[in-house]
């Protein structure tokens, strides 16, 4: 995978779409649909970032991300629920190795929608987004000790639990245990065959 497909994909963030959601670009006006969630403790508990202080801070993080997005520089959608045309989270990449052909994926998502299978539903698009069209070999999803839910929702997207890296990551002044789920190309295409 060469990194000019990266840059070139990702500043004209395409549009997916799946039963019940559409992933686009995060927006300046998903503030208040955003602040909702990410000020809440419960939400940012497992993540690597804190509550949102108020909505200035939403905001101001929304504008820039819209320069990442213009830079082909950020690689997270925007998941509206479509019933509700709300933004109610977010998943996409975080991170590429273009050597290995390799990428991370993660999500976060709004807990008045948990347990609905949306964040498997967002998961299992992007991952099809990245075999297909980015023609990855791996994608690897990440979550930290004791996030069960998460780790269900990457079993559910069709992911296979590897294992735990020990005090892998330093997150929020402590030392945290990091479970890693993955699946190759060969087994989602073995899942998803052409129609």
Known sequence: MKKEL????????PELHTDRLILRK???SDAADM???ARREDVTRYL??????????????????GGRYSAGMFYD???????????IGT?????????????????????AYWGKGIASEALARVLRFGFEKLHLHRIEAKFMNGNERSRRVMEKAGMTFEGYQR???????LYVT??????????????NPPI
């Open 6 to 13: 990266i840059y070139r994909t990702f500043s004209h963030l």
């Open 26 to 28: 995060m927006l300046v």
């Open 178 to 191: 990091v479970g890693v789920c993955s699946i190759l190309a060969a087994e989602w295409r073995m899942a």
């Open 91 to 111: 998943c996409g990449f975080t991170a590429f190795n273009c050597t290995h052909d390799s990428a991370e994926v993660g999500y976060v998502l709004n807990p």
């Open 167 to 173: 005090d892998a990551m330093r997150v929020k002044g």
């Open 35 to 37: 602040f909702e969630y």
């Open 48 to 65: 690597t970032w804190n509550p949102h202080p108020d909505r200035l801070y939403t905001r101001e993080y929304l504008e820039y991300i």
């Open 77 to 87: 959608w925007a998941i509206e629920y479509e019933p509700d045309r709300k933004m």
